[in-house]
Each structure stands twice: as C-alpha cells, then as structure tokens.
C-alpha cells in the first residue's frame, strides 16, 4: 500500500494555552514540596476524578494534587516530564474518550495549564520549548498534533495506513514510531518542528521496532524497546546524526520500562500485557557494553531512575532499589482514592 503524508495545516488560533481553573486543572493551589523525588498519577475513567501522589527519595508521601478529570495517563506510555513541567493526557470517560487536551503541570509550583488539541483518543505526548506534540489513530490513519505553547495554534499532519505508537522529540527533531497497518512494517519518522517529513527509516526485519511504547534519548541516541516478546531481547538504538539502526541484545526478553542515567541503560523485563509474573533487571553499562542482571519478586508496570535511586511500579505498589548496586532499598504499598474503582497510570520523576 502506497501510504500519502498530507499536511493539515489549520492557520488559525484554536485555543490559548493559558493557566485553566477548570476541567483536569486544580483549584486547591498545593506546592510542591521541595524533597518530592517522585510522582505516582491515580485515576478513574468513568468519572473525572485523578490525583498525583508525591513521594520523597525513601518514599514517605508529601504531597497530593487532585485533578478533575478522567482516564489521565496510560500505563504503556510514561509519563512526559520536559523542562521541570509533567505533561500527560486526559483522555476523559472511558466510553467516549472525549478528552481533547494535553494537561501540563509545573512540578516546582504545581500549576496547571491545558494545551488543547482538538483531537481524541491521544495517545502519546512530546514537548520542546515551543510546542506540544500529540499523537492518535482513527479510521485507518494516525495523526501527529502539534500545539504552539504561547499562542494556541494547532496544525496536524496525517499518515494514512499506519499506526504511530510512541513519539520522542529529540535534538531539534520528532521522531514517530510506525507500524504499517497492511503488512506490519515497523518504520521511524523523523519531522521537524513544522511537521515536514524528513526522514522515513525503513525498520523492516527489525522485530525490535515493532509495538514500541518506550522510548528514551541521551545527546545522540535514542534506545527503545517492543512490548512484542518476538523482539528477544533486543533494545533498538538509533543513531540520531546518521539515522542508522542497532540493537542490543539482552539475555531477558520481553522488555516493559527503560530508563536512562549516569551513562547507564535500565530495562525491565515484565509481562505488562499479562499483568502477572515477577520480572528481571538488566543494566547495559553504555560505555563497555557490560551487562548486569537481577532477578525481581515483583512486575514491573514503569520504572523512573532518578536522584541515585531506582523506582519500580507494580500493581499498587513502589518498588525502590539503589541505581548503583540494585540492591533493595525498599517498598511502599499505596493506598487508593476512597470511593469507587481507580488505577495507577504512571510513575515519573521530579528532580
């Protein structure tokens, strides 16, 4: 199938992106406290009601910020945090997924601000300094958003017969990762700021570029890896000034988080489709290419590594292990919103 890439520019103004004293935004006005290590976002999607749950380096809780909506985050997509700013999308009740905005939260002051998109069933979101990027699919086509922060003006470009997973904006560039819907070609699509396509990276053979939902970047690289146990282990690399494909292989294989830091590659292996099992952590020392292992008694939904530490959500609990021994350094159950049914969406780092 021969796919077309049409732009979709809209020209005009479709909604400020000011501060919003409604809908997901929080009227109560909490600051953060300044020894928040950690975020955990709780929602429900029948009902707009969600929260952030701040947590400390050893995982005492120090703060809430409750937020009205619904359906906010998704356990297959980690939470976006650019620029001391947490970006997440609300995707709103579950039977219309009517949400049609990207919620962005100052993690120093926690006000909130609304980027709307005007377009459902988002999925994943990037952010630069000027803009917000979306992407979703409908009717046989994907679309990639983008929302100018300081004016509102929304353009999208449509990719029609694919299916775009996850999306990374990285040195000047977004990247899309794409699965051709007739044949299950994985591909990368590489825009720039306007949204030109400028590079279509053919991944085929690559299993490793299929169902990818994570993806992360140092200054010339960016790793991620397939829910799909047909990858066997391998995390895909791609080289951002040359546009060429690697991998590298793991003895585990189904990986469901990475995470980046202090020239370190963490990946966890968990079945997140599942939602059972205990799971495996693997540590690729970038610069040597050594591999470390630790078996886990726990699954693994999403991981964050930050300040020294490893953080690890299961089910409703958080998981701390230190970043340079992996040695246990912890768990912490969470208590859940009293009232009718709620979940755990996603985990991610404050400092």
Not at 129 to 156: M, W
Not at 295 to 302: C, K, Y
Not at 319 to 346: C, Q, T
Request: hydrophobic letters at 35%.
């Amino acid at each position: 199938m021969k796919r077309t890439i049409a732009r979709l520019l809209t020209g005009a103004t479709l909604f400020m992106a000011a501060t919003c004293f409604c809908g997901c935004a929080s009227d109560e006005g909490p600051t953060a406290p300044v020894d928040a290590a950690i975020g955990v976002i709780e929602t429900r999607s029948a009902e707009e009601t969600s929260r952030i749950v701040f947590y400390d380096r050893e995982m005492n809780e120090v703060a809430q910020l409750p937020l009205g909506c619904a359906t906010l985050g998704n356990i297959f997509y980690d939470p976006l945090v650019y620029e001391g700013s947490l970006f997440a999308i609300p995707q709103g009740n579950f039977k219309t997924k009517d949400g049609e905005a990207v919620l962005q939260v100052d993690l120093d002051s926690l006000a909130t601000e609304t980027h709307t998109i005007r377009q459902p069933a988002m999925n994943d979101v990037a952010a630069s300094d000027a803009y917000v990027f979306t992407c979703n699919t409908l009717n046989y086509a994907s679309y990639i958003n983008r929302c100018r922060t300081d004016d509102g003006e929304v353009s999208s470009v449509s990719i029609e017969g694919v299916y775009v997973s996850k999306i990374i904006w990285h040195e000047g560039s977004l990247y899309a990762f794409g699965l051709d819907l007739d044949d299950n070609s994985p591909m990368i699509l590489r825009y720039d700021e306007n949204l030109t396509l400028r590079k279509s990276i053919d991944c085929g053979g690559c299993v490793y570029a299929s169902s990818v939902y994570r993806a992360v970047a140092d200054e010339s690289r960016i790793y991620f890896c397939s829910f799909d146990v047909a990858s066997r282990g391998q995390i895909g690399v791609l080289e951002t000034k040359s546009d060429t494909l690697s991998s590298i292989q793991l003895n585990e294989r189904g990986a469901s988080s990475i995470a980046l830091a202090d020239g370190k590659l963490y990946v966890a292996h968990c079945d997140i489709m599942q939602e059972q099992g205990d799971s495996v952590l693997s540590v690729v020392d970038l610069e040597t290419g050594s591999v470390e292992e630790r078996a886990l008694e726990h699954g693994t939904d999403q991981m964050t590594v930050t300040d020294g530490s490893i953080y690890m959500l299961d089910n409703w609990s958080i998981h701390r292990y230190d970043a340079e021994s992996m040695e246990p350094a912890g768990s912490k159950p969470i208590e859940k919103m009293p009232g009718s049914y709620s979940y755990l969406s996603g985990l991610f780092p404050v400092k």
